[in-house]
């Protein structure tokens, strides 16, 4: 039987790893986790700061396109995922994927009513 060496990586050993092999990092586990929850996590940035100038009025198109695109990447994720793994999508991590497709749903539902009544959108 091959025993298992278990060792605890370093940040400075994970940075590195990145720099020099992007690749092996990002199909690493943990470089997966890494690179998905930092992606999130700049996609709830972007959506903050959207709102921000939303607020303002300081928005353009561009602003919008991004917004909606980041959106968009956002629901089909979800909508893969759930597709590949079946029934076990809500059973797996049950509750953040039902969070996940109630976000899913609300993006839509926003979406949906800003082609409706937004003037300026049908104009394009």
């Not at 370093?10 to 092996?24: D, G, M, V």
């Not at 602003?63 to 959106?71: E, G, K, L, V």
């Amino acid at each position: 039987e091959e025993k298992i060496d278990i060792t605890d990586q370093k940040w400075i050993e994970s940075f590195k790893l990145l720099l020099n092999h992007p690749f092996k990092f990002y199909y690493s586990p943990f470089g997966f986790a890494w690179t998905i929850a930092m992606l999130y996590f700049l996609y709830l940035v972007y959506i903050l700061c959207y709102s921000f100038y939303m607020i303002k009025g300081t928005t353009d198109l561009v602003a919008d396109i991004a917004f909606w695109s980041f959106n968009l990447g956002f629901i089909l994720y979800e909508l893969s995922e759930a597709f590949d793994k079946g029934r076990r999508y809500l059973s797996v991590t049950g509750i953040l994927n039902s969070w996940d497709m109630l976000t899913s749903i609300i993006w839509i539902v926003l979406f949906s009513l800003l082609m409706c009544y937004q003037e300026d959108w049908r104009m394009l």
